[in-house]
């Protein structure tokens, strides 16, 4: 069954420390995108990847990091630095811009993120 | 980034009847999509649009990409119940190497 799975889909986490929600994708697709979701907004960019072992950061990438060491994986890392992290976070994935000119975003089920 | 204006915000509708909610930018897109959303899940793709002008159908759906390349509306015929969410539109940008845009979202509510 080819998707995008993001894990935990709860995760709490003392103030101060730093922790990784994991997403993974058996759809081949070369691009993947973090997104934050607050109530009532639409969905911030945090990093995007295009291909393996390459990222840039979106709108509000500052204090989150990413690493893109295989294709189907993208982990993102809040670290302490991000001030305000409590949110809902999305994962999504394309075939990407190298295979197609127009695509579409697959999304994950979210990490729900707290910090206690 | 980019913005998309998306309206209304929320919608309070009877069961059976039509849903019309639209998204306009000040950017030309090459793709604009439709999004569904749950609580506490992921956005579910409903429809893709390629080509200004274009109109789509999925089941009760239907979206046309507008012809300016800015704008795109969604139509929802007869709700039911089950229709109940958030709606997003998304755009794609080819000049920031196909990154995706969303709006704001719509709540519709149906009331049985």
């Known amino acids: 069954d080819g998707g995008i799975t993001q894990s935990p889909k709860y995760l709490f986490r003392k103030e101060g420390q730093n922790v990784t929600l994991s997403c993974e994708q058996n759809l081949n697709h070369d691009a993947m995108y973090w997104y934050r979701q607050d109530p009532g907004q639409g969905l911030r960019l945090i990093y995007y990847s295009q291909i393996v072992n390459d990222f840039q950061k979106g709108d509000i990438a500052e204090g989150y990091s990413v690493s893109r060491e295989k294709k189907e994986s993208f982990p993102l890392t809040v670290t302490s630095a991000q001030k305000n992290p409590t949110a809902f976070y999305l994962c999504?994935?394309?075939?990407?811009?190298?295979?197609?000119?127009?695509?579409?975003?697959?999304f994950g089920q979210g990490t729900r993120l707290t910090v206690v | 980034g980019q913005q998309l204006n998306q309206s209304p915000q929320s919608m309070f509708i009877q069961e059976g009847e039509d849903v019309s909610m639209n998204c306009t930018s000040s950017s030309i897109f090459n793709t604009w999509l439709w999004y569904k959303q749950d609580p506490g899940e992921g956005p579910v793709l409903l429809i893709a649009?390629?080509?200004?002008?274009e109109l789509t159908s999925n089941g009760r759906l239907t979206a046309q990409f507008g012809i300016t390349r800015k704008d795109s509306f969604l139509n929802i015929s007869a709700s039911i119940p089950s229709d109940v969410g958030i709606y997003f539109c998304?755009?794609?940008?080819?000049?920031?190497?196909?990154?995706?845009?969303f709006g704001t979202g719509t709540s519709l509510t149906v009331i049985p």
């Open positions: 649009l390629y080509k200004a002008g």
């Open positions: 998304a755009g794609q940008l080819r000049s920031t190497g196909n990154q995706f845009y």
């Open positions: 999504a994935s394309s075939i990407g811009s190298g295979k197609a000119l127009n695509t579409e975003a697959f």
